[in-house]
């Protein structure tokens, strides 16, 4: 508490001072004592100062005397006292209306007190309060740097910043995620009641962020907001956590056991300069930690790692389990114009942004989901090792991970549309592999579904690798000739059929066998009746000249629409328009 006008009157070396008017001002702080005996030493005067007269060039000047109150009022002074007996008997009723009009403390000081007593005790008591004041700063700015020094952690520093602020704390990120916090123990309106205080989430409300100013991080000073909860407003002071022009993060003071004093400032902003200091330890400690990982990956992807031992001794460092089974999944990020893959490089600075970002959500979204990933980013590609179940087959990873991953392609979507650039992203998954050092192959399958899909024009959000065997396969070392050859044999006549009568039959087949020879399924998915399929199935047959019983001659005509679908890919398609 700082010295009041009530503090004044209360000293016992001053006996005699007493008040005549303006009791309502006896809390206005005294910060400065100032003697004036000329009528125009107003410009000299300054907020806090308390004035000390003798009266004599007001006494027969009423004018100059209310001016004197009112003068002394707006400058925001602390008080006026008067030398009663010596110019004046009583101070006159003109200034004592005006001054308990204006809540301006007026005393009388009496005959055997000096001036120079009063002079001298105040700046004795401004001295003292100072000199505490400025022995509690350097023992909190002592005691953050031991923090420091020691090595505390964010949630040590908030605790004990509590007890310095006299408020609960709450410390948060540069995108206002919750870093920590520290509850106070006479708190009236608890946290958790009131916000959501799990790490690495906004704490409060969009429509209070909206509410702090763009440019905070140009403030030195707290700022003040309220935020309004169930059991009434809480004032919450904000301030940047800053070095330089670099901003780290924002303290919070959540204003709800008292309202925050000088001195409780500075230990405010002490602390923001060491959980500033801690942030850029942090972030250097997980920059390098996030390097080292990066390039183990990359290693294990490109295939520079040949020892299984070393690969997976360096693995557990690095979050993968060694005796664990994963597949990898791939998204890419590209423009409608240019690919951005695995290993370009591209300036493209606004999408560059985006997989960075990409990388946190994908984190944060298995862990929601209880599943342990590892997830990195390079260039405009993320890549992903999720660890998979020891009973779930690596033949069937869609069966197992199709929801888990469609969520995660359709989040990572959303992003990508609220960015200012849209970039499409594309995903692929690879197969499953039962020691991490094979994960190489694992990536290359994952490239190779979202390349496969973009040739073939698949609809499909996410491709697996698994269901794209086949294309794979034929596309890969077989001549044109050959899959012409093959082409013609299995479905040809039927593309023919097509083009000259005017009919869709090859879809009718395509989706007959998509539904395993299941009639009445194909006849729902293509919203005709079972019997009209049940001809279009038999005028196939007999165009095709094959017996649907065999299961040999379904395998060559499905393996003839996918060849169909690579030589159009290719750009050869064959003389029937497909």
């Known amino acids: 508490m700082g010295f009041t006008v009530q503090a004044l009157l209360s000293n016992p070396e001053l ?16 910060r400065n004592v100032t003697v004036i005996d000329c009528p125009d030493a107003f410009d000299w005067l300054e907020a806090g100062d308390f004035v ?20 002394l009022s707006e400058l925001a002074c602390a008080g006026l006292a008067v030398k009663i007996k010596k110019y004046w008997d009583q101070v006159p009723k003109l200034m004592i209306d005006e001054a308990n009009r204006r809540a301006l403390p007026i005393l009388s000081i009496p005959f055997q007190c000096t001036l120079n007593q009063i002079s001298h005790y105040i700046f004795k008591e401004l001295y003292n309060r100072e000199d505490t004041l400025l022995q509690k700063y350097f023992k909190i700015h002592k005691q953050f740097m031991a923090y420091s020094l020691l090595e505390h952690s964010l949630d040590t520093i908030a605790a004990n910043t509590v007890g310095v602020v006299n408020n609960p704390l709450l410390i948060f990120d540069r995108h206002w995620n919750l870093l920590s916090y520290g509850e106070h123990e006479k708190n009236p309106v608890p946290l958790s009641r009131v916000l959501n205080l799990s790490k690495g989430k906004p704490a409060f409300s969009q429509d209070f962020f909206l509410s702090i100013p763009k440019d905070i991080e140009e403030y030195k000073k707290p700022i003040k907001r309220t935020y309004e909860t169930p059991d009434g407003p809480v004032p919450c002071r904000i301030l940047p956590v800053r070095v330089s022009s670099v901003v780290y993060g924002y303290l919070m003071v959540w204003e709800s056991v008292r309202k925050l004093r000088s001195i409780e400032q500075l230990g405010l902003e002490q602390a923001a300069i060491i959980v500033a200091l801690e942030r850029i330890k942090t972030m ?4 390098s930690r996030r390097m080292r990982r990066q390039d183990f990956f990359t290693d294990l992807l490109e295939g520079r790692i040949e020892s299984p031992s070393y690969a997976h001794s360096l693995a557990e460092i690095n979050g993968l389990s060694p005796n664990k089974h994963y597949t990898c999944a791939v998204m890419q990020l590209h423009t409608s114009d240019q690919q951005l893959s695995y290993g370009t490089k591209s300036d493209l600075s606004g999408i560059a942004r985006l997989p960075h970002r990409l990388v946190r959500l994908c984190e944060e979204y298995f862990q929601t989901h209880s599943k342990s990933a590892c997830v990195f980013s390079r260039n405009h590609t ?23 991953i469609q969520g995660l392609y359709e989040m990572a979507v959303s992003v990508c549309e609220k960015s200012e650039e849209k970039p499409i992203l594309m995903m692929g998954v690879g197969c499953g592999q039962a020691d991490i050092v094979d994960l190489k192959k694992s990536f290359i399958e ?3 579904a979202i390349r496969i899909s973009r040739l073939m024009s698949c609809s499909t959000s996410v491709s697996w690798f698994e269901n794209l065997m086949v294309y794979n396969i034929l596309g890969s070392g077989i001549s044109k000739e050959v899959l012409m050859e093959f082409y013609q044999s299995a479905i040809g006549p039927l593309v023919t059929f097509d083009k000259e009568n005017n009919t869709n039959l090859l879809e009718t087949l395509e989706v007959f066998l998509l539904e395993n020879a299941n009639l009445s399924a194909a006849a729902k998915k293509l919203y005709i009746h079972r019997n009209t399929m049940t001809y279009r199935i038999n005028k196939i047959k007999s165009i095709l000249n094959t017996d649907f019983e065999d299961s ?27």
Request: hydrophobic share 40%.
């Open 382 to 404: 993320i890549i992903l090792f999720l660890q998979l179940k020891d009973d779930e087959g690596f033949s069937c990873l869609e069966l197992y991970y199709q929801d888990l």
């Open 284 to 287: 250097r400690v997980e920059e």
């Open 15 to 30: 006996p005699g001072l007493e008040v005549v008017a303006g009791h309502k001002g006896l809390n206005n702080l005294i």
């Open 52 to 71: 000390l007269t003798s009266g004599y060039i007001f006494q027969n000047d009423p004018a100059l005397q209310k001016k004197l109150i009112r003068e």
């Open 446 to 448: 994952a490239q190779e």
């Open 552 to 578: 040999e001659k379904l395998l060559k005509l499905q393996i003839g629409i996918r060849v169909m679908r690579i030589l159009n890919s290719l750009g050869n398609p064959p003389k029937h328009n497909l």
